[in-house]
């Protein structure tokens, strides 16, 4: 279920950086792509991307350092304009979210997602998750079913 979105909600100090996760050791994805845009105007920040209109699309990679212990998962997440895409997240190699190995929900349409890069998110809510055990061999998979979504501002805390 997304939440408000705080008046003091910075997308840029999200700790989940999505380029360095595309190509850490271990890390996969297929039909995923780092894109650039802002959030309610924000600065500059990385778009994940997924399309998996002709195949699975998805991205998997170790949780960042430093995050083992955390309680908190929160995204912005978002369907393509005119979609709605299953967004699923699922926690590896120990740990739960939301007492659980994966959760779904439908992103939003959102106008500013459309045609190529830079997206203009505007955004009035995002996506909290509590998280359990995370350890420092976690891995997150964040994936989109049937139609194109994004996601920005990944964040353990």
């Excluded at 083992?68 to 912005?76: E, P």
């Excluded at 120990?94 to 659980?100: E, K, L, S």
Aim: hydrophobic share 40%; charged share 20%; net charge negative.
């Amino acid at each position: 279920t997304p939440v408000p979105l705080p008046s003091d909600f910075d997308p840029t100090t999200a700790n989940f950086d999505i380029l360095s996760a595309m190509s850490a050791s271990g890390s996969s994805h297929n039909k995923a792509d780092g894109n650039t845009g802002d959030i309610n105007g924000s600065e500059t920040i990385t778009i994940l991307k997924l399309d998996p209109r002709k195949a699975q699309a998805y991205l998997e990679a170790p949780v960042p350092a430093g995050v083992a212990g955390a309680t908190k998962l929160s995204m912005v997440a978002v369907s393509w304009k005119g979609d709605s895409a299953e967004i699923i997240v699922t926690i590896k190699n120990g740990g739960t979210i939301n007492g659980q190995e994966s959760v779904s929900f439908t992103a939003p349409s959102n106008d500013g997602a459309s045609f190529s890069a830079p997206f203009h998110l505007t955004l009035t809510e995002y996506y909290e998750f509590t998280l359990d055990g995370i350890t420092d061999e976690s891995v997150i998979r964040i994936e989109a079913k049937s139609k194109r979504a994004l996601v920005a501002a990944v964040n353990f805390e």
